[in-house]
């Protein structure tokens, strides 16, 4: 994450606010408490707003969140089917961090594949280059741009809620066909910052029949204290 610069605000309370454990036990109660995603955006743009009042937030919610679990599926589905993707895979990371773009840095995501032990890979990082997320990309835009813009108050609170309501939405959306490739039967999910806090997102089981439902177990488990 980038390092704060003398346009960016420094609110040591908001700080101690959100980038501490309560925090990230709070994202999980919002993700258990709603189930649309613009429930769970709505619910931490207001608590935001409450600890640090700035007209950005505003702006962040109105981001296009409601198309991103689609564009984050396809774009997972094509990873996924990546000719290097040769066999059976356990889990997937959604790791977040700051790639530059036409010269300039921004926020993103790449995917990072696990392999069983004795697998041809141990892990395949980025196969396809960053997700281009319209949110996360928009997010960097608005936190570090403007005198005292929000920066990685920002950045920070909602890339970690991108990780913990977007994935989980956007898993769900994928056929089985493209999200359980090469038999596998069950697969980990994790997300979060690339050099940073990363959460345990959840689980998510194959089909056990041609026409049965995969299983999603979804409940973003913050990180334990360090």
């Not at 990780?163 to 069950?186: E, G, T």
């Not at 994790?190 to 979804?218: S, V, Y």
């Amino acid at each position: 994450m980038p390092v704060a610069d003398d346009d960016e605000i420094d609110e040591i309370g908001f700080a101690d606010e959100f980038m501490s454990d309560p925090f990230h036990v709070g994202l999980g109660k919002i993700f258990a408490k709603y189930s649309s995603l613009e429930g769970k955006v709505g619910e931490l743009i207001k608590r935001c707003k409450a600890i640090l009042p700035h007209p950005d937030w505003d702006r962040i919610a109105a981001l296009d969140w409601r198309g991103e679990p689609k564009r984050i599926a396809n774009w997972t589905r094509r990873e996924l089917a990546h000719p290097l993707v040769d066999g059976p895979y356990v889990s997937l990371y959604y790791a977040l961090n700051n790639p530059i773009i036409d010269d300039r840095p921004t926020t993103d995501v790449d995917l990072v594949i696990f392999f069983p032990a004795g697998a041809r890979h141990d892990a395949l990082d980025g196969l396809g280059g960053p997700a281009g997320s319209r949110v996360l990309n928009g997010l960097y835009e608005i936190a570090y741009t403007g005198k005292g813009c929000l920066g990685n108050n920002a950045e920070y609170t909602i890339g970690l809620a991108w990780s913990c309501f977007v994935v989980p939405d956007a898993i769900r959306l994928m056929s089985p066909k493209a999200l359980f490739r090469h038999r596998v039967k069950k697969l980990e999910f994790t997300a979060g910052f690339h050099d940073g806090t990363i959460f345990d997102l959840g689980t998510a089981f194959a089909p056990k029949g041609p026409k049965g439902r995969p299983r999603f177990d979804f409940s973003p488990t913050p990180p334990k204290p360090r």
